[in-house]
């Protein structure tokens, strides 16, 4: 599948949010706006499109400062081929170079929040990442952690 993921610019947000709200699950309790993702992405995050045939068709975003995976979308008729699971690993690597407080220590640990009950649930499973504590409004926290060497 001619499939490329690259890092995103501002001129990706529009369709980033088209995407997050051709969502079924994990829909907003609040609208995300331009300016969220834009500000964001200006201070502490990184976000990377997945583009088939010139066409986005997906998105991830990580924040370096609490070392979170904040979002994580792919067009609902492109689920299952894949390109979550390369959006993911490549958020999940760009976290893991992010030092830690003020002794720049490597980060041990990268969260998450999904709704519980939801596909997104198994993804998560089946990719290592663990289960960790319910959270208002139905959602749930995981966890992955660094592998030791
Ligand atoms: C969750 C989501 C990102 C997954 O993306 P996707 O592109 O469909 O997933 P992939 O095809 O990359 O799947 C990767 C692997 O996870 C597995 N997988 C996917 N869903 C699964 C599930 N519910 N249970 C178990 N395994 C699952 C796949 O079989 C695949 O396994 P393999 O690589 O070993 O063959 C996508 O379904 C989505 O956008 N959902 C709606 C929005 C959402 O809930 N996002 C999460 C917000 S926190």
């Known amino acids: 599948m001619p499939l490329l993921i690259r890092l995103a610019t501002e001129d990706d947000i529009n369709a980033m ?7 079924k699950e ?4 609040t609208k ?6 834009a500000s964001a992405m200006r201070k502490d995050c990184h976000a990377w499109v997945a ?5 986005i068709v997906g998105f991830s975003i990580a924040n ?19 390109i979550g699971r390369t959006l993911l690993e490549i958020a999940t690597d760009w976290l893991w170079k992010q030092p830690v407080g ?24 089946h990719l290592g990442w663990q ?9 749930v926290r995981y966890y992955l952690y660094r592998k030791q060497s």
């Open 102 to 125: 003020f002794f720049r220590r490597p980060c041990q640990k990268i969260w998450l929040d999904t709704k519980q009950g939801s596909r997104a649930e198994g993804f998560y499973q």
């Open 17 to 23: 949010l088209r995407i997050r709200l051709d969502a």
């Open 64 to 82: 370096k400062k609490n070392h979170s995976v904040w979002g994580l979308f792919v067009l609902s008729s492109y689920h299952g081929q894949g």
């Open 32 to 37: 995300l706006t331009y300016d969220m993702v």
């Open 51 to 55: 583009l088939y045939h010139s066409h």
């Open 26 to 29: 994990n829909i907003l309790r």
């Open 131 to 139: 289960r960790g504590e319910n959270l208002p409004f139905d959602e």
